[in-house]
């Protein structure tokens, strides 16, 4: 199970830090990641991190956004944040034949 929290209202070039714990998880071996959707867009991916730190991010957050993580927590740690990120941000946990979603928090970036 994730919980995700940190969500917020912030003016352009602000910052915000979401964190999302998983209960319960039973992989050694897994992903952590952050995913961000938009209304009458697909959920798009933003970065991930896996079990041994290994980080991926999209294009649109390099040199922004970092993510980081602590055992079962991962944070996304968003600055210089831009009104073109406002979307609800969802974490997911996934290992071989396995994923869970959190229930997303919405990130509202104010020009």
């Not at 079962?72 to 831009?82: A, E, F, I, P």
Request: hydrophobic letters at 30%; a positive charge.
């Amino acid at each position: 199970q994730l919980q995700a929290s940190g969500g917020g209202l912030v003016q352009a070039g602000g910052s915000l830090r979401l964190s999302c714990a998983a209960t319960g998880s039973k992989f050694s071996i897994n992903v952590m990641g952050w995913y961000r959707q938009t209304p009458g867009k697909q959920r798009e991916l933003v970065a991930t991190i896996t079990s041994g730190s290994i980080t991926n991010y999209a294009d649109s957050v390099k040199g922004r956004f970092t993510i980081s993580r602590d055992k079962g927590t991962v944070y996304l740690q968003m600055n210089s944040l831009k009104p073109e990120d406002t979307a609800v941000y969802y974490c997911k946990y996934h290992s071989t034949g396995y994923e869970s979603w959190g229930q997303g928090t919405l990130v509202t970036v104010s020009s």
